[in-house]
């Protein structure tokens, strides 16, 4: 049972999926973007139409490609260069990052969020994701990066109408040893993050396989799916290089369907930790204006 009757105060789950679904739109070249990276097999030459013809974008990726970041002498001045010197999971993820970056850094204290804490969060996860992918011998689609930055986007929509009562019954289902977090949260609310993830990513006319990984990324083995698998992993990384201190409970199905080397995780969340100041230096130094709507987020 719920704590103290909470189960009769569940959200309105058609008002959340309206607002979801009211959230502004990704500028069309991200979204194509990303579609065309989720093909089994797309060209090079699709993801550098795409580019070319979105300058402020195309401004962007060349000045992360020319930064110090790139630890390279030789500059670049052409789209297909500053893909191959980036990798093309990476520099997705960038440009979905540089559009959803500003909504990302608002506090949301319904969650215990200050200032800034989901955005470091969420490039932490997208860098996981990036060194997942390179450890890994499985096939890791290009869009995990992507889908591990944006997992938490339904946060946003969420904490709209978490009441302080409502947030206090979440936090105390939370303490249930038989819960896990995003349990407590469908389980009082009638709705998880993950859920409005999913909705948020298919309203922007993201792939489907993005959109699952964002909604069963605390339940990775609903899919079985590798991007959602990296997003479970990169999720956790991020969550314990954040707080070294804390218990993690790695999916091992996820470690096993992506072949993952022993003592993966240690090196992993080093990898985070030793980057991740710069990666995020990347974005405060490139920023954009944000595509979500105050009213919505």
């Given at each position: 049972?719920?704590?103290?009757?909470?189960?009769?105060?569940?959200?309105?789950?058609?008002?959340?999926?309206?607002?979801?679904?009211?959230?502004?739109?990704?500028?069309?070249?991200?979204?194509?973007?990303?579609?065309?990276?989720?093909?089994?097999?797309?060209?090079?030459?699709?993801?550098?139409?795409?580019?070319?013809?979105?300058?402020?974008?195309?401004?962007?990726?060349?000045?992360?490609?020319?930064?110090?970041?790139?630890?390279?002498?030789?500059?670049?001045?052409?789209?297909?260069?500053?893909?191959?010197?980036?990798?093309?999971?990476?520099?997705?993820?960038?440009?979905?990052?540089?559009?959803?970056?500003?909504?990302?850094?608002?506090?949301?204290?319904?969650?215990?969020?200050?200032?800034?804490?989901?955005?470091?969060?969420?490039?932490?996860?997208?860098?996981?994701?990036?060194?997942?992918?390179?450890?890994?011998?499985?096939?890791?689609?290009?869009?995990?990066?992507?889908?591990?930055?944006?997992?938490?986007?339904?946060?946003?929509?969420?904490?709209?109408?978490?009441?302080?009562?409502?947030?206090?019954?979440?936090?105390?289902?939370?303490?249930?040893?038989?819960?896990?977090?995003?349990?407590?949260?469908?389980?009082?609310?009638?709705?998880?993050?993950?859920?409005?993830?999913?909705?948020?990513?298919?309203?922007?006319?993201?792939?489907?396989?993005?959109?699952?990984?964002?909604?069963?990324?605390?339940?990775?083995?609903?899919?079985?799916?590798?991007?959602?698998?990296?997003?479970?992993?990169?999720?956790?990384?991020?969550?314990?290089?954040?707080?070294?201190?804390?218990?993690?409970?790695?999916?091992?199905?996820?470690?096993?369907?992506?072949?993952?080397p022993a003592h993966f995780f240690e090196r992993l969340c080093q990898h985070v930790d030793r980057r991740l100041e710069d990666v995020l230096a990347r974005y405060d130094q490139h920023p954009a204006p944000a595509v979500l709507s105050r009213k919505s987020a």
């Open positions: 049972m719920s704590p103290r009757g909470w189960q009769f105060r569940m959200l309105d789950h058609h008002k959340l999926v309206r607002a979801a679904e009211a959230l502004d739109p990704v500028p069309f070249s991200v979204s194509r973007l990303v579609a065309i990276v989720a093909q089994d097999h797309w060209a090079f030459s699709d993801v550098e139409h795409v580019l070319s013809h979105d300058q402020a974008l195309t401004g962007r990726l060349l000045q992360i490609a020319n930064s110090a970041w790139s630890a390279s002498l030789m500059r670049i001045g052409t789209v297909k260069d500053a893909v191959i010197r980036i990798g093309i999971g990476p520099t997705v993820s960038f440009a979905m990052g540089a559009c959803v970056g500003p909504t990302f850094r608002r506090a949301l204290p319904q969650f215990g969020l200050t200032e800034g804490a989901l955005w470091r969060h969420a490039v932490a996860s997208s860098l996981a994701a990036e060194v997942i992918s390179a450890m890994s011998p499985a096939e890791v689609p290009a869009e995990s990066v992507t889908a591990a930055l944006l997992h938490d986007v339904g946060k946003l929509v969420l904490a709209r109408y978490l009441t302080p009562e409502l947030a206090a019954a979440v936090s105390e289902a939370r303490q249930d040893p038989d819960r896990t977090p995003i349990q407590a949260e469908a389980d009082i609310l009638g709705v998880h993050h993950g859920e409005l993830g999913g909705i948020v990513a298919r309203h922007w006319h993201l792939p489907d396989r993005l959109a699952d990984a964002i909604t069963y990324h605390h339940a990775p083995d609903r899919l079985a799916d590798a991007v959602c698998d990296v997003v479970a992993l990169a999720n956790a990384a991020a969550k314990a290089t954040a707080d070294p201190a804390a218990p993690v409970v790695l999916p091992a199905s996820s470690v096993k369907r992506l072949q993952l």
